[in-house]
C-alpha cells in the first residue's frame, strides 16, 4: 500500500512525472517564485524542477519564513508583478500551506499561483479557497492507483461564484506537458445571479451621480450595468465610504472605498480611481477607461489702448535705452562739431 512506502522512494518516482507535468510552465514564464514546506519530498522535487534553471527565480522555505517574521514580511518577489510569471507552492504538509497563506495573504502575488499538492493522501482542496485572491490559481494534485501501481495527476480550479457541489472543477492530465491555459480557467465567466457589494461614492461626477429624477446616472454606472449583464450578475451601491475617505492609506491602512475591498467588506469600486503605486500594489486595477489632467488659467488682461500700441511692443527697459542711446549720440555729435568747427565750414562749402 502507499501508505508504507519509503517517503524517499515515493520522492524519486514522483519527482520525474512532476517535472515532466509542471516544467514546460516554469519555462514558458517571464519570472518564477518556488516556495516549498522543507519536507524532503519537496526539496526533492524543487531541487529536480529546477536544474537547470531556465527563468529568473526567488526560492523559499515556508517554515522557515513562518519562523522570521521579519523574512516573511519582505519576501515578496517583486519580480512577480507581469502578467507571464509563475507562482508555485510545493508541499506535502497542507497545514503548514495553510498557515503560510494566513500569515501572508496572498494578495502580494501579482501572477498565477500553482499549488503543487505532493501528497498522495491529503486533500488539499480546501487551499484553494485560502487562495482565491489570488487571479489565477489551480492545484495540481496526484493520486497512486493500485490497479498499475502508477501516478494520476489532476488539475482543479475553484470556482467561486458557482452553486454549492459545482465550485471544484477537475481535469485528469493526460501525461502531456501542462499548458498556461489548461492549467488556469477563467474563474470568473459566471456570477450565477450573485449579487455583488460595490463601494461607491454617489457624487462624482461624471462616474457617478444623481440626475434631476433622482437616479443613479454616470459613465461607471452604464459599464457595470455591461459587465453585469455579460456576467450574470447584479449588484448594490453605496451612498458614500462610511468613514468620508476615497481611498488613501493612512499609517498603513487602507482608508475609504479602498479600504472596503481590502477588508473584504466590499467585493468592487467603479468609481474614478487614480492609479497610483501603493494602489496598484494592494488593489486589482482594470485598465485605465479615463484621463484627467490639470492646467493652470489665469485671466485675460484688458486690451491696451490705442495710443499704447506704439510702445507695447517693446518693455521700458528698452525703450529707455533706445532714448538713452539717441541722447548720448546727439551730443556726441554736437562736441564733435564744436571740436572741428573748420571741417564743418568746408563741408558747407
Known amino acids: 500500500m502507499a501508505t508504507n512506502q519509503d517517503l524517499g522512494t515515493v520522492g524519486s518516482r514522483l519527482s520525474p512525472t512532476v517535472v515532466a507535468l509542471v516544467r514546460p510552465l516554469l519555462e514558458e514564464a517571464t ?9 524532503l519530498i519537496a526539496q526533492r522535487v524543487t531541487h529536480d524542477l529546477i536544474s537547470p534553471p531556465s527563468t529568473s527565480l526567488v526560492l523559499g522555505n515556508m517554515r522557515n519564513l513562518l519562523e522570521d517574521p521579519h523574512a516573511l514580511a519582505t ?4 519580480q512577480l508583478n507581469a502578467v507571464h510569471g509563475l507562482a508555485i507552492f510545493l508541499f ?3 497545514s503548514v500551506v495553510s498557515r503560510f497563506l494566513a500569515a501572508k495573504p496572498p494578495e502580494w502575488l501579482r501572477t498565477s499561483l500553482l499549488l503543487l499538492s505532493l501528497s498522495l493522501h491529503s486533500d488539499a482542496r480546501e487551499l484553494l479557497a485560502e487562495a482565491q485572491e489570488v487571479r489565477w490559481s489551480a492545484l495540481l494534485q496526484a493520486r497512486l492507483t493500485t490497479s498499475n501501481n502508477s501516478f494520476r495527476h489532476f488539475v482543479i480550479n475553484f470556482l467561486p461564484y458557482n452553486p454549492p457541489g459545482s465550485q471544484l472543477h477537475l481535469q485528469v492530465c493526460d501525461g502531456r506537458p501542462l499548458t498556461r491555459g489548461q492549467v488556469f480557467l477563467e474563474r470568473y465567466h459566471h456570477f450565477h445571479g450573485r449579487e455583488l457589494q460595490v463601494a461607491s461614492w454617489l457624487d462624482d461626477f461624471p462616474f457617478l451621480f444623481y440626475d434631476t429624477d433622482g437616479q443613479v446616472q454616470g459613465m461607471a454606472k452604464v459599464m457595470l450595468d455591461e459587465v453585469a449583464s455579460r456576467l450574470h450578475f447584479t449588484y448594490h451601491l453605496q451612498e458614500e465610504p462610511p468613514d468620508g475617505y476615497w481611498g488613501e492609506l493612512v499609517n498603513g491602512t487602507w482608508m475609504g472605498m479602498a479600504g472596503q475591498v481590502v477588508r473584504h467588506e466590499k467585493d468592487l469600486i467603479i468609481d474614478g480611481f487614480a492609479i497610483l503605486l501603493d494602489r496598484y500594489h494592494s488593489l486589482d486595477l482594470s485598465v485605465p477607461y479615463f484621463t484627467d ?3 493652470a488659467a489665469l485671466k485675460m488682461p484688458p486690451p491696451a489702448p490705442r495710443w499704447v500700441a506704439v510702445v507695447y511692443p517693446f518693455q521700458g527697459v528698452v525703450w529707455a535705452s533706445v532714448a538713452a542711446t539717441l541722447l548720448l549720440l546727439g551730443l556726441t555729435l554736437r562736441a564733435f562739431i564744436h571740436a572741428h568747427p573748420h571741417t564743418s565750414s568746408t563741408h558747407s562749402t
Do not use: K
Request: glycine share 10%.
Open 75 to 78: 519576501f515578496r518577489g517583486h
Open 92 to 94: 506535502s504538509n497542507v
Open 31 to 39: 519570472s518564477a517564485v518556488i516556495v516549498h514546506d522543507g519536507s
Open 293 to 295: 489632467s490639470y492646467s
